[in-house]
């Protein structure tokens, strides 16, 4: 019996996953879709963590989809849709943001960082080659 009651919600959760709405979008042309699909890879959710619009399921991520849908009928440019979502949501919702003084080290941190590790690295076997000689000339 039990296993029946257990059998029985499986199968109401697996259904009610599988009704879950999927999105139409309607374009005015084919370069209009691939636009769509771009940019809903360039454009971060902003409750999601790290996940594209055009990847997240979360509600939020559903109507800037339709946002962006919206904004690509009425003939808004690429650079306009991500300057309307800049201003709403703030640069975290680009995935490449522009290179100025707030982004530089987002930028150039990570060749900073590996240019100390080099640095480090040679440091540390310049003094064991150092502490081995006066061992061998001791």
Request: aromatic share 10%; hydrophobic share 45%; with cysteine.
């Amino acid at each position: 019996m039990i296993r029946w009651i257990v059998c029985l919600l499986g199968s109401l959760v697996l259904a009610a996953s599988v009704s879950a709405a999927i999105e139409t979008y309607t374009f005015d042309s084919p370069e209009q879709e691939a636009r769509f699909r771009q940019l809903g890879f360039e454009l971060r959710c902003p409750k999601c963590q790290n996940q594209a619009i055009g990847d997240s399921d979360a509600p939020i991520s559903k109507d800037l989809r339709a946002e962006v849908h919206r904004m690509l009928l009425e003939g808004a440019t690429d650079q306009e849709i991500k300057a309307f979502m800049v201003a709403r949501y703030g640069r975290y919702v680009l995935y490449r943001p522009p290179l100025d003084r707030q982004t530089l080290f987002l930028w150039a941190g990570p060749g900073l960082f590996l240019i100390i590790g080099i640095g480090l690295v040679a440091y540390r076997i310049r003094l064991s080659k150092r502490a081995m000689t006066q061992e061998i000339s001791s």
